[in-house]
């Protein structure tokens, strides 16, 4: 709009009102108003198109067409300046009507003067602005709300394929545990034994109370306690008991393992019975119950740990809790895990989500901390 010159378009098929509405807008005297004539609804469009003006006022009727045709035709092709609507008649409808087609304000014909005409102009273009101005944040807003949505969509692609690298590692980890566990038990286990049964022999060769028979009978503890380790060993990395029973018999021999190397009495309630889980739920679980207790062993200075396991319908749920120290000054945060070590209850966590399962825990000091795992099949 011009700071000097306001120009205005009628659009009205009686010359009469676009003399009468000159004469008035020239008794405006605190603004300059330019006012053009279209004398019908086709005259009326075309200058809708060139959009020359700053304000539009269009008669309600056109001979046989509706002025609310023609605002709408303009709201249509992208005109955002103010448009009155003109009406003999003072009817909620046709306010009602016009409104919803796109027009700023209406005046009826006969009811209006200079100080109104001008009060409706000035209504209208702040409107109108306004109106812009809604639509550039609808706009802006809508391309942030597509940029987040693209970026949601793209974030859902990078952790769903973030999800199947983590999902192949932990398989390929799983595999790679029991290539190892064969290997030493197959292998190495066999070569420490066939060591035993050589010095065995050899010790028969020797003279009793000689040097060399003592060195042997040294020897043969050596290997003895290598066929330990490496029993044990095999059983950390990946207890064969687990493919071949399942994942109750797993844990209650990892239970017997732990209790012969430390003072833990352990309470177990495991109810899964004969019923095998699919491999790498029983592999996540089977985790664990293992850091847990790892966990237990090494920070909580408890006594006693029990541990359930049980499944109902398509859930398997498995709770570890002991009677120690519990977790102090543990950060806020629901993935804080500063008292945990080894795969830490992040690691837990993203082992059991690897299967669709969850994991949460309760701790206060001096009373003890519970794991819950619980996992949909």
Not at 80 to 97: E, H, Q, S
Not at 139 to 151: C, Y
Not at 167 to 185: D, K, S
């Amino acid at each position: 709009m011009s700071s000097d010159t306001i120009r205005a378009l009628l659009v009205d098929d009686a010359e009469i009102e676009y003399r009468s509405l000159d004469r008035m807008l020239q008794k405006i005297s605190t603004r300059r108003y330019r006012l053009d004539w279209a004398a019908s609804f086709d005259e009326g469009l075309a200058a809708f198109r060139r959009d020359e003006h700053d304000v539009f006022l269009v008669d309600f009727r056109l001979g046989p067409e509706s002025g609310l045709d023609l605002i709408r035709r303009a709201r249509e092709f992208g005109v955002m300046k103010p448009i009155i609507m003109l009406t003999a008649y003072g009817d909620a409808i046709i306010d009602a009507a016009a409104t919803k087609i796109g027009a700023n304000d209406y005046l009826v014909k006969g009811e209006y003067d200079a100080v109104l005409l001008d009060r409706a102009i000035r209504y209208s273009t702040r409107n109108a602005q306004n109106l812009v101005d809604l639509n550039r944040s609808l706009a802006e807003t809508g391309a942030v709300i597509r940029e987040l949505k693209s970026e949601t969509e793209r974030r859902m692609v990078a952790e769903a394929e973030v999800s199947n690298v983590l999902r192949r590692t932990v398989a390929e980890q799983e595999a790679e545990r029991r290539r190892i566990t064969r290997e030493l038990h197959d292998n190495i286990g066999q070569s420490v034994t066939l060591l035993l049964l050589g010095l065995g022999s050899l010790a028969r060769c020797t003279v009793p109370g000689c040097e060399a028979a003592e060195k042997v009978d040294g020897l043969k503890d050596i290997a003895r306690r290598m066929s330990m380790d490496l029993h044990r060993l095999a059983w950390e990395i990946r207890p064969a008991m687990l493919d071949d029973l399942g994942l109750e018999t797993a844990i209650r021999q990892l239970t017997v393992e732990w209790s012969q190397h430390c003072d833990l009495s352990f309470d177990l309630f495991l109810s899964l019975g004969d019923r095998r889980l699919p491999h790498n739920v029983e592999s996540a679980l089977y985790r664990v119950v293992q850091e847990g207790i790892n966990n237990v062993v090494r920070h909580a200075h408890a006594s006693r740990v029990g541990i359930i396991l049980k499944a109902w319908d398509n859930v398997v749920s498995c709770i570890i809790e002991d009677d120690g120290g519990g977790i102090a000054d543990r950060p806020a945060g629901p993935t804080s895990d500063t008292a945990f070590s080894g795969l830490g209850l992040i690691g837990m966590r993203e082992r059991l989500a690897l299967v669709n399962g969850t994991l949460d825990f309760e701790s206060s000091p001096g009373k003890g901390t519970t794991l819950f795992a619980r996992v949909t099949l």
